[in-house]
């Protein structure tokens, strides 16, 4: 399926190809716990943005591997370049226009990420 998908404010634009039936991760680490990220871990290619790269910032910290995004208008973070997959990009469910009608949500250990990665590293290959 092709996912519409926007921050807030509408301008920031994007599109993602997913299943059906969401797989996401709900995160405990503080960045996502703060945000309500809910992550949909997909390989890059099955991303396009549509609208909006002049209105992106970047936030990073720590390693700086993970490349926060977000809008400069409205501040949200409809998705990012997670430290789990640098390769891939992670999706925030909540920013999704139409809200997936089959949905799982998996309960992850970000707070301990080091020893819960490989839990999720799998998630950005295409298959």
Same mark, same amino acid.
């Given at each position: 399926?092709?996912?519409?998908? $926007?921050?807030?404010?509408?301008?920031?634009?994007? *599109?993602?190809?997913?299943?059906?039936?969401? *797989?996401?991760?709900?995160?405990?680490?503080?960045?996502?716990?703060k $945000?309500?990220? #809910?992550?949909?871990?997909?390989?890059? $290619?099955?991303?396009? #943005?549509?609208?909006? *790269?002049?209105?992106?910032?970047t936030?990073?910290?720590?390693?700086?591997?993970?490349?926060?995004?977000?809008?400069?208008?409205?501040?949200?973070?409809?998705?990012?370049?997670?430290?789990s997959?640098?390769?891939?990009?992670?999706?925030?469910?909540?920013? #999704?226009?139409?809200?997936?009608?089959?949905?799982?949500?998996?309960?992850?250990?970000?707070?301990?990420?080091?020893?819960?990665?490989?839990?999720?590293?799998?998630?950005?290959?295409?298959?």
């Amino acid at each position: 399926m092709i996912y519409q998908g $926007s921050c807030h404010c509408g301008a920031i634009r994007f *599109e993602v190809e997913a299943p059906a039936h969401i *797989e996401a991760d709900r995160c405990n680490c503080s960045i996502c716990t703060k $945000s309500g990220f #809910l992550h949909l871990i997909v390989p890059l $290619s099955h991303f396009r #943005l549509l609208s909006g *790269e002049d209105n992106i910032t970047t936030y990073q910290f720590n390693t700086g591997i993970a490349k926060h995004t977000f809008c400069k208008t409205c501040g949200i973070k409809p998705f990012y370049t997670p430290r789990s997959n640098p390769d891939g990009i992670g999706i925030n469910v909540h920013c #999704l226009d139409t809200f997936p009608t089959s949905l799982t949500i998996t309960d992850f250990d970000g707070q301990n990420w080091e020893a819960n990665v490989h839990k999720v590293q799998h998630k950005s290959r295409d298959n």
